[in-house]
Structures are given as C-alpha cells and as structure tokens.
C-alpha cells in the first residue's frame, strides 16, 4: 500500500489550499480514509477522516466548518479542501488509510478522537504553512 500526499503549500491566514491523498495497493472502496497534522513540537493528531463508499467523516472540532474531506472514486483519491486558514493551522500533513469503518467514525466529532493506531497505512506528509 502506498499513499502520496499532494497539494500542500504556503498561504496567508484566511486563504485555501486542496490536498490530494492518491492510494496504490489498496482496495480503495469501503474503508477509511484520513487527514492527521503534526505542528512543530506537538504530536500528530487525527482532523479528518471518512469511510470510503458509506460517506461516514469525523471532523475534529477545530477544523469543523473550514474543512471538508471528500473522496474521488474515479480517481481513488481523497482530498482535504481547507479553507479560512488560520496560522495554528500550521503542519505537516498526513494522509492515512486503515481497512474497515474504525469506532471513532461511529461519533463523527471529538466525542471518540482518531489516533495513530487506528490507521496502519501512512503518507510522507506535505508541508502547509499559513501565515499571518
């Protein structure tokens, strides 16, 4: 399985940016799909994520309302539309992929958060910088 991040980059607060997580290797349709972030000196958490072909997402609540994950059959990709950037937003980004529809996706919000373990498959990560 091979996940390649695309679309990062640097953008002023309050600007938009797309990202494009393209899978290989990987029975695309019914599994989970998903966006973490790793700011510089905090650990990677979990802020996005769906259930492929069921349309289940978690949101985290600090990015609920700005950004939108959104999947590709055609292309099996899933992308992460991010809008109204703040410089908290800051990281690196990470697309993930685990088999099945993790417990978290059952809640959708903060009430069951993402983590690491729940996601076996990873991307190197693409850099977006947002600056005030």
């Known amino acids: 399985v091979q996940l390649v991040e695309s679309g990062g980059g640097s953008v002023q607060t309050g600007g938009s940016l797309r990202l494009s997580c393209a899978a290989s290797?990987?029975?695309?349709?019914?599994?989970?799909m998903g966006w973490f972030r790793r700011a510089p000196g905090k650990e990677r958490e979990g802020r996005a994520a769906?259930?492929?072909?069921?349309?289940?997402?978690y949101y985290a609540d600090s990015v609920k309302g700005r950004f939108t994950i959104s999947e590709d059959d055609a292309k099996s990709t899933v992308d992460l539309q991010m809008n109204n950037l703040k410089p908290d937003d800051t990281a690196t980004y990470y697309c993930?992929?685990?088999?099945?529809?993790?417990?978290?996706?059952?809640?959708?919000?903060?009430?069951?958060?993402?983590?690491?373990?729940?996601?076996?498959?990873w991307g190197q990560g693409t850099q977006v910088t947002v600056s005030s």
């Open positions: 769906i259930y492929t072909g069921g349309h289940s997402t």
């Open positions: 993930a992929a685990e088999f099945g529809h993790p417990t978290f996706l059952d809640y959708g919000s903060d009430t069951v958060v993402p983590g690491e373990t729940d996601f076996t498959y």
């Open positions: 290797g990987y029975p695309y349709g019914r599994n989970c």
